[in-house]
């Protein structure tokens, strides 16, 4: 079984770059089978998926935030990461890592990280 | 706005049926599998129905799940208190590659 880990600040500044990291465990992030990815989820608001990328290295962004999100993957620490430039209190969100692909949606979930954004 | 469209509640008595609808477009559940999740407060959602009907090992068959063209739905039967919650629905979107969700419906259970 699969496990999927997220790990970053809770707390960043607006105007600063939020990073997130999640780990894999129990898979590897070489699989071909899955994209990974990150969704976020609002307090109190539903699900937005905001990026995934392939084990090649190929990313896809949420149109709504391509500007500001970067993905990378690490297959020696068999990690990847988000990066989202300029955060402002609208990024406030739970954040989750997820192993994706287009039969199963999301088919893990990380347990979630709260990040603020807030002076 | 979501790419799918989910009624934003829905509720029920114990023991009674209800279903949440979940629309989309030819890129997303016309052309891919629906998946329907649930997520209880302060916890990450769990997969209920994958692949437009099949189900998890674990969850009940009360719980099923249908699809016909860029429509889906999730149907509950003999409703009972714990299945109080968020219920999402979800698909791959062919020109995003990426998943694309529904708002979310409140489930309450009266």
């Known amino acids: 079984q699969m496990q999927l880990r997220e790990s970053g600040p809770g707390l960043v500044k607006p105007s600063e770059t939020l990073s997130l990291t999640c780990s894999v465990s129990?898979?590897?992030?070489?699989?071909?089978?899955?994209?990974w990815g990150w969704i976020r989820q609002a307090p109190g608001k539903g699900l937005e998926w905001i990026a995934s990328?392939?084990?090649?290295?190929?990313?896809y962004y949420n149109p709504s935030l391509k500007s500001r999100v970067t993905m990378s993957v690490d297959t020696s620490q068999n990690q990847f990461s988000l990066f989202l430039t300029s955060a402002t209190a609208a990024d406030t969100a739970v954040y989750f890592c997820?192993?994706?692909?287009?039969?199963?949606?999301?088919?893990?979930w990380g347990q979630g990280a709260l990040v603020t954004v807030s002076s | 706005q979501s790419m799918l469209t989910q009624p934003p509640s829905a509720s029920g008595t114990p023991g009674q049926r209800v279903t949440i609808s979940c629309s989309g477009s030819?890129?997303?559940?016309?052309?891919?599998?629906v998946n329907w999740y649930q997520q209880l407060p302060g916890t990450a959602p769990r997969v209920l129905i994958y692949s437009n009907n099949q189900r998890p090992s674990g969850v009940p068959d009360r719980f099923s799940g249908s699809k016909s063209g860029t429509s889906a739905s999730l149907a509950i039967t003999g409703l009972q208190s714990e299945d109080e919650a968020d219920y999402y629905c979800a698909a791959w979107h062919d020109s995003l590659n990426g998943v694309v969700f529904g708002g979310g419906t409140k489930l309450t259970v009266l």
């Open positions: 030819s890129s997303n559940i016309g052309s891919n599998p």
């Open positions: 997820a192993a994706i692909n287009p039969i199963l949606a999301v088919d893990y």
């Open positions: 129990g898979g590897s992030v070489t699989y071909n089978t899955y994209y």
């Open positions: 990328i392939y084990y090649s290295g190929t990313t």
